[in-house]
Structure formats: structure tokens, C-alpha cells
């Protein structure tokens, strides 16, 4: 059979650390299986930290004394927009971790991570702007803030545009791992740009002076939705993990042995 | 929170149609909230379809495979 290429067998790292029973799960091979059982507990957990966050938000938390009901887009364009900037991080984590110690999974964790980051920018970018016409008069300003959310955005694309520009996984995996790690430097820019320059966009969003009260629902409405979106995203990623290994082994013998058992 | 919920409710909507209108910002917050949940749910969706789509692939190879040793 013709199962077995060269591209599909284990590396050394992988080979060695596959002796260590914790480590057994670097190999894609075994990581598939866990995945799909993890899967279905972060979905039901997104679930329900989203339910208990949209309670909170929209009937807990008590109208704003400045802007009215449109201040409750905080509850999901905080956690997008937190989720945008942690995902990257954690994307680019693991194209380092791929680039220095050369496995296999590492790389196709950052690939998986990507499009959802993407997706958390562009969602923190759109409910900003329905944010920003009420409150600001527009929809849209050249501010630190923003113009360093949206370079985020073309950095999301741009790692996922080389990435398919290379057909070579391993050599699209180690590219794409160099753009992450250099476009790591914009997540602090974006972060302390409200400090460093003088932004239409508000400050730290936590510190947000009102009455004791009013902050205490507020913040906690905003942390359950953040737990919801970390669940969903490691739910997400989990999912997009398990088909890019399925395409990637798709020669190998143990995708042939998991297919036939499908069967 | 605790037992001041109720009174909280009664605070923030008198209605549904009140509570949907968003105290007049209802195209700014269902819009985001719209798109958020959305969008979330269609990569869902594309996901599921591309799992399967590899699933099916790979079936076909399979067989492929399974008619040229026989």
C-alpha cells in the first residue's frame, strides 16, 4: 500500500517526546481523537456563558447615565476585540513553538487559530463602529486605536494568505510562523495606544468611572462573555485543527484506519 | 445582584417592544449583537460542512484505492 510517505512519518522530536505520556498528544495522530471529545464541552460551556452573559448584560446591568442602552455593545465588542488581540498571541505562540522545535502540530494549531482570529477582529471592527456613530457622530476615525486594530486584521489575512500561497505545509507553516512572530510587536501598540496617543477611542474599559454598582454588573456581564468567547474560539479551533490534520495526513495509514472505522 | 434582579428588570424594560427598541440605539446594539452571533454561527456551519466535505474525499480515495488492488 502506499499509505506511508515521507511527509507523514514522525520526526524526532515527535518520536522521542512520544514517549513521555503527556507529550503523546504533540503527535497529530493522537491529538485528532482528544480534540473531538473536547470539542462538544467547550461548545455546551460557550453556550452557557453566553446565555448567563446576555442575561446579564441586557437585564442585570442598568442603563447608562451618558450613552443610554448603546453602551451595551461593550458586552461583546470588549470581549471581541480582547479575543482578537489574545488569539494572535496565542497563534503566534505556537507557529514559535513550531518554528523552534519543528512539530508538525504546532503549526497546524496556528493555521487553525488564525480565521477565527480574523473573524474576532473584523467583529470588534464592525460593532466598534456601530458603537462609534452613536456616540462619537461616526462610524469611522484614523486613530491609533483603530488604524492598529485594522493592521491586525491584514496581518490575520496576510498569514493566511502566504500560508495558502505555499504548497509545501511544513514550508507554509514556517513562513507563516515568521509574519506572526514579527506581527506580534502590533498587539502592544494596539493596546497602549489609547495611553500613547491622544485617541477618540476611550480608555481601558475597565476602569470606566460610574457608580460602584453599575461598574461591578458591568464588568462581571463583560468577563462571563469573554469566557464565552474563549470557549467558543477553543471550540472553533479545535474543529478547524481536526479537518487541517485530516488534510494533511490524508496519505497516512492511521487516517485510512480511522476512515475505515467510520465505516 | 441577588434578589435586587427583579427590581433591576423592571428598571431597564417596561416592555418587549420597549426592550427591543433599545431606548432608540436598536439598529447600533441588534446590529452588533446580529452580526456577532451570526457570523459565529455561520463558521460554525463551515466548519461542520468542510469536515464533512474532507470526510467524503477521503471515502472516494478510499474506494478508488480498494477497486485497483482488486
Not at chain 2, 2 to 30: H, K, P, R, T
Amino acid at each position: 500500500m502506499v499509505y506511508v510517505t515521507p511527509e507523514n512519518t514522525a520526526t524526532g522530536q515527535e518520536r522521542f517526546i512520544g514517549h513521555a505520556s503527556w507529550f503523546k498528544y504533540s503527535s497529530p495522530q493522537m491529538f485528532f481523537p482528544l480534540a473531538g471529545k473536547l470539542v462538544p464541552w467547550f461548545a455546551v460551556a460557550a453556550l452557557l456563558f453566553a446565555a448567563t452573559g446576555l442575561y446579564i448584560g441586557f437585564f442585570v446591568a442598568p442603563t447608562d447615565s451618558q450613552q443610554g442602552e448603546a453602551y451595551r455593545i461593550i458586552f461583546i465588542h470588549v470581549p471581541a476585540a480582547w479575543m482578537s488581540m489574545f488569539i494572535y498571541v496565542v497563534m503566534a505562540f505556537w507557529a514559535g513553538v513550531g518554528l523552534t522545535f519543528n512539530t508538525r502540530l504546532s503549526g497546524m494549531m496556528a493555521s487553525a487559530l488564525a480565521p477565527t482570529g480574523a473573524l474576532f477582529t473584523f467583529l470588534a471592527l464592525w460593532s466598534g463602529s456601530l458603537w462609534g456613530k452613536p456616540t462619537w457622530g461616526t462610524w469611522w476615525v484614523w486613530d491609533a486605536r483603530l488604524t492598529s486594530e485594522l493592521i491586525l486584521l491584514f496581518l490575520y489575512f496576510g498569514f493566511m494568505a502566504l500560508q495558502a500561497a505555499i504548497d509545501d505545509p511544513r514550508r507554509a507553516d514556517k513562513a507563516g510562523a515568521v509574519l506572526a512572530l514579527t506581527g506580534v510587536i502590533n498587539i502592544p501598540i494596539i493596546y497602549f495606544s489609547v495611553q500613547w496617543w491622544n485617541t477618540l477611542h476611550q480608555g481601558a474599559s475597565v476602569s470606566l468611572k460610574s457608580a460602584p454598582t453599575m461598574a461591578a454588573t458591568m464588568l462581571t456581564g463583560m468577563l462571563v462573555m469573554v469566557l464565552a468567547l474563549w470557549m467558543y474560539s477553543i471550540a472553533a479551533s479545535l474543529m478547524r485543527v481536526r479537518c487541517i490534520i485530516l488534510e494533511r495526513e490524508r496519505d497516512s495509514q492511521w487516517v485510512a484506519e480511522y476512515m475505515s472505522r467510520l465505516k | 445582584m441577588g434578589g435586587g434582579i427583579y427590581e433591576q428588570i423592571e428598571m431597564n424594560w417596561a416592555s418587549w417592544s420597549d426592550f427591543f427598541a433599545m431606548g432608540g440605539y436598536a439598529l447600533y446594539v441588534w446590529g452588533s449583537y446580529g452580526v456577532v452571533f451570526g457570523l459565529l454561527a455561520l463558521e460554525i456551519a463551515l466548519l461542520i460542512q468542510r469536515k464533512r466535505s474532507i470526510l467524503q474525499q477521503l471515502d472516494r480515495m478510499r474506494s478508488a484505492v480498494h477497486r485497483s488492488v482488486r
